[in-house]
DNA sequence: TCATAATGTTTTATATAGCTAACTTTTATT
DNA sequence: AATAAAAGTTAGCTATATAAAACATTATGA
C-alpha cells in the first residue's frame, strides 16, 4: 500500500527465504534464514531488524520471525518472479537448473510489475502456441 | 582469456560507458564517464584504478582511458545484452522505452553467455514465427 | 535441574561503491 | 606567458552488506 520507496534486492531475498521457511517449515528461525543465503548467523540479526523497522516482519529478539501482510505481499511477488524465471529458463530454453535458479534469483529483482507481466504473458503466449516454432 | 574471477555489475558498467564513449567520443575521459554514469567525477578515479589493476583498461593519471582487448571483449559482451534486452522489453514486449532501459541495464548483468544466446535464440524465433501466435 | 549444545546477538572489522571538498594538473583565454 | 576555468585526483566520510569471534539466551537430554 504505502508504496515501499525501493527495498534492496538483499532485503527482497530475506523476504523471500522468510516465505520460503515459513511455508516448509512453518516458522522462520534466524540460523535458517543463514543457512537458506549461504551467510553467517550474525549477519542475519542486523537485517532482521530493518525489515522490522520497515514493518515487513514481526520480530523480537530471540523469537520467531513472520511476515506483516505488507511483507508477505512483497515476499510471494519475489517468489512468484523467481519460480518464474527458473522454470522459463530451465523448462523452456534448457539452461541447466542450477544455472536457471541462479538466474532466476538475480532476475527477479529487475523486472517492475507491469514489465514481468507482459513477460510472463508472452512467454505464456508462446508456449501455447500450436506451431511451436519457438 | 583469463577468465576473469566475475567483475562486479558496477565494473561491467564502467567497461560498457567507456566502449560508448570511445564509440561516440573517440576518446573516455573521467568526466564524460561520471556525467553518463551519472555518479561524481571523484567515484571515477578509484574504479578507474581498479580496472587498470585487472588489465581491463589502459590508464594513466590525467590521460585518456582505453580499453584493453580483454577489457573491450567484455565490453561488448554486456553492450551486446544491454542492447538485446532493451530491444526485447520495449519493441517486442511494449515496456515504455524508459523502463526498458532500466530493466536492460539491470538484467544485462545476470545472464551467462550460455543462457543468453539461448534466450537471444528463443526470442529471434519467436520473433519470426509466421504464425504470430505472441 | 543442571550441564551442554544449539541458536541468537553484539561488536568490531572488511569490502564495495559512492559523495564532498580540497587540492593538483591540464587546457583555454586573453 | 599569465591567469582562469575545466578536468582529474586525493583524502576523509557514508551506507550497505557481510564475516569473525565473543557473548547471551534458549533448548535438550541425561
Redesign the pocket.
Known sequence: MTENDHL????E??LETILELQTTKTVA??????DK??????????????LADSQLIN??????VTLTPEGKKIAQDVEQRHIFLKDFFHRILGVDEETAERTGCQMEHAMDKETFKKFREFVAKVDACPHQCQ
Open positions: 534492496s534486492e538483499s532485503l531475498d530475506y528461525r534466524s540460523k535458517d534464514i543463514a543465503m549461504d551467510i553467517k548467523r550474525g549477519s542475519v540479526t542486523g537485517m532482521l531488524k530493518k520480530y523480537e529478539p530471540y523469537g520467531y
